[in-house]
């Protein structure tokens, strides 16, 4: 059940078996089937979320529609870090779209980690850098591409996982509904032949 989680870690800094014995101890494994929420706006993220196996989108509500703007996968993490770091609520929800089966951490055992492990703190700033880095890209795409470039975003970033996802959650990511999302995919595959 850890195997993918040892894998990450040991490919950013070798662990020994002290170490790996830790993380597996910290690490909880759950079940969250689809359409159910890891976290939902108003909640405070308690726990980081490692996807063993299934896919998740990240959303919030606009204008009283949701808008997504990120979508996770296997051996990726997931939580809302402000909210977990900070003890605020969230304003995003982190919803299922496939069953999942998930290794969480809670706040006080990713500390004990942190400092009971030789580079925890090396790893722990790895893993934020590449979600900082991610949310990044995610809100400069979000305010300055129009909805054809949001979509090229789309196929560039996920397109092993397109079969995966629902055609009205790629409109949600690229800001349209889903009639117009038919008419962006034909003019791009138009100027891809």
Partial sequence: MHSKL????????????EEEALIKQSFKSTKLNKGKFFLQSGQINSHVGFIN?????????KDNDEATFEFAEE???IADYQSFNNKNNSVQNIQAIEDCELLIIDYYSVQHIFNHTKHGNLLGRIIIENRFDVMVTQLLSIYMQNQEDRYKHFIANYSNLSQRIPQYLIASYVGIKPQSLSRIRKRFAQNNN
């Fill in 6 to 17: 040892l894998k990450l870690f040991n490919s950013i800094i070798p662990l020994d078996a």
């Fill in 53 to 61: 196996k299934g896919l998740v989108r990240y959303y919030v509500i």
């Fill in 75 to 77: 051996g990726e993490f």
